[in-house]
């Protein structure tokens, strides 16, 4: 049996995209740079009304969205939020 062929697309730590064979952990908003669980009731809501699709972007991990220059969604990840806002 041939192993299967990458099907995802992820952003990298250095923000371009790479071809992967598991899906992103994380989702992300490319016009304003955030990121958050794929299940984040803001971005939901934004994809329900037909919005946020075509900038939307993967990460298989946290560490590689803050590599990428991406903060994290106050909505459903507002501890880090917290921690990322007192730095800035």
Known sequence: ????????????????????ATPGALGGYRKRKIYGHL?????????????????????ASEQAAVAAGYRPCAVCMPDAYRTWKATQ
């Open 1 to 20: 049996m041939a192993p299967s062929s990458p099907c995802y697309t992820l952003l990298g730590a250095d923000g371009r995209p790479y071809a992967s």
């Open 39 to 59: 299940n984040c009731p803001s971005a939901l809501r934004a994809i329900a009304v037909g919005g946020y699709v075509a900038n939307r972007v993967f990460f």
